[in-house]
């Protein structure tokens, strides 16, 4: 059974940090391209960060560049997002995405993650 969890959220204040954790089992992780998305109240889902199989890349969309950082550990199956320097705007239900390297159409999400930035 194919699963992703992700952990970590909670709440923090502006300039403060938050690790997030995503982790992968029931299929070969390593074989994924792994991505963060998050969706904020009353807006559509946004792509945040991704990194390929063996973390040779990564990408991030251009408001958290300088602030979050996505890695991988392909030996616990788990995906990683250290988020600092935090806004207000940063507040967002956070999912971990499994995409397969060659085949989009094997695609898993996780359940999602509350992160709340309020002072």
């Known amino acids: 059974q194919v699963r992703l969890v992700e952990s970590g959220g909670g709440l923090a204040e502006p300039g403060g940090s938050l690790r997030l954790s995503c982790l992968a089992s029931?299929?070969?992780?390593?074989?994924?391209?792994m991505k963060w998305y998050r969706q904020a109240p009353q807006k559509g889902r946004e792509l945040v960060a991704s990194?390929?199989?063996?973390?040779?890349?990564?990408d991030y969309v251009d408001s958290v560049k300088g602030r979050f950082t996505i890695s991988r550990d392909n030996t616990k199956s788990t995906v990683y997002l250290q988020m600092n320097s935090l806004k207000l705007e940063d507040t967002a239900v956070y999912y971990c995405?499994?995409?397969?390297?060659?085949?989009?159409?094997?695609?898993?999400w996780g359940q999602g993650t509350q992160v709340t930035v309020s002072s």
């Open positions: 995405n499994a995409v397969h390297w060659r085949d989009s159409q094997r695609n898993y």
């Open positions: 029931g299929f070969p992780f390593v074989n994924y391209v």
């Open positions: 990194i390929t199989n063996f973390a040779t890349t990564t």
